[in-house]
C-alpha cells in the first residue's frame, strides 16, 4: 500500500545535540518529497522540499534532507539543535501533475536544555 | 499579503449543531483543501478543490461539505457535529505544489 513512515513519534534532544528525523515513502515512482513544521498553535510551514536534482537539499532554520532511492528514504537534520526547534515535524509527499500532498503521522521534538 | 486566512480559531459546538469554517486565500491560488488533524494521525484530506466551482473528496469526507464558489473561498460545512468531530482544521491552498496553511479552526463536539 501506498504509504509515508515516520517510525519516531516522539524523540527528545539536549539542546545542541545533531537531530536526524526519518521518513521514508512507499510509492511507485520516486515522488516529490517535503518537510513542514508546526509549532504550538500554528499551521504549517515548509522547512525545505525535493524535486529532483542533488540529492542533499537545504533548507531554513538550518535544516537539511537527504533523498536516498535507494531506501525510498528522506530523513531530516540538523547539526546543533535550538531550543525553538522544539514542534512537530511532517514529512509529506506528492506527486507530478496532481497538487495533493500526503502527509505521515509526524514526529514531535523536545528539547532539554 | 494576508495568505490563507482561517475563522473563527476556536469553537465549542454541541452534538447536532452545524456550522462553517470559513476559509479565504489572497493569492489566487486554484487549488484549495482542507485537512483535518488528530492526535498522532498526521494530517487527514477532507475535501480538496481544483478551481472555483469544483470540488472533489478526499480521505475522510464524510460529515462534511464544501463549496468553491469564488477562487479566493472554500468554505467547510459540518452539518449534524458529532463528537468524533472534535479536531484541528486546516484549510491551505497551492500552487506548483507548494502549500500555504492557515493558522486552523480548533473545534470541539460536546
Known amino acids: 500500500a501506498q504509504s509515508v513512515t515516520q517510525p519516531d513519534i516522539h524523540i527528545t534532544v539536549s539542546e545542541g545535540a545533531s537531530l536526524e528525523l526519518r521518513c521514508n515513502y512507499s510509492y511507485g515512482a520516486t515522488p516529490y518529497l517535503f518537510w513542514y513544521v508546526q509549532s504550538p498553535g500554528q499551521g504549517l510551514q515548509l522547512l525545505l522540499k525535493y524535486f529532483s536534482g542533488d540529492t542533499l537539499v537545504q533548507g531554513i532554520k538550518g535544516f537539511e534532507a537527504e533523498f536516498k532511492r535507494s531506501q525510498s528514504s528522506f530523513n531530516l537534520r540538523k547539526p546543533s539543535v535550538h531550543w525553538s526547534d522544539a514542534a512537530e515535524y511532517f514529512c509529506a509527499v506528492g506527486f507530478y501533475n496532481t497538487d495533493k500532498l500526503i502527509f505521515g503521522t509526524g514526529t514531535r521534538l523536545q528539547v532539554f536544555p | ?110
Open chain 2, 1 to 110: 499579503n494576508a495568505g490563507v486566512t482561517q475563522t473563527p480559531k476556536f469553537r465549542i459546538l454541541k452534538i447536532g449543531q452545524s456550522m462553517t469554517l470559513q476559509c479565504t486565500q489572497d493569492m489566487n491560488h486554484n487549488y484549495m483543501y482542507w485537512y483535518r488533524q488528530d492526535p498522532g494521525m498526521g494530517l487527514k484530506l477532507i475535501y480538496y478543490s481544483v478551481g472555483a466551482g469544483i470540488t472533489d473528496k478526499g480521505e475522510v469526507p464524510n460529515g462534511y461539505n464544501v463549496s468553491r464558489s469564488t477562487t479566493e473561498d472554500f468554505p467547510l460545512r459540518l452539518e449534524l457535529a458529532a463528537p468524533s468531530q472534535t479536531s484541528v482544521y486546516f484549510c491551505a491552498s497551492s500552487s506548483t505544489i507548494l502549500y500555504t496553511f492557515g493558522s486552523g479552526t480548533r473545534l470541539t463536539v460536546v
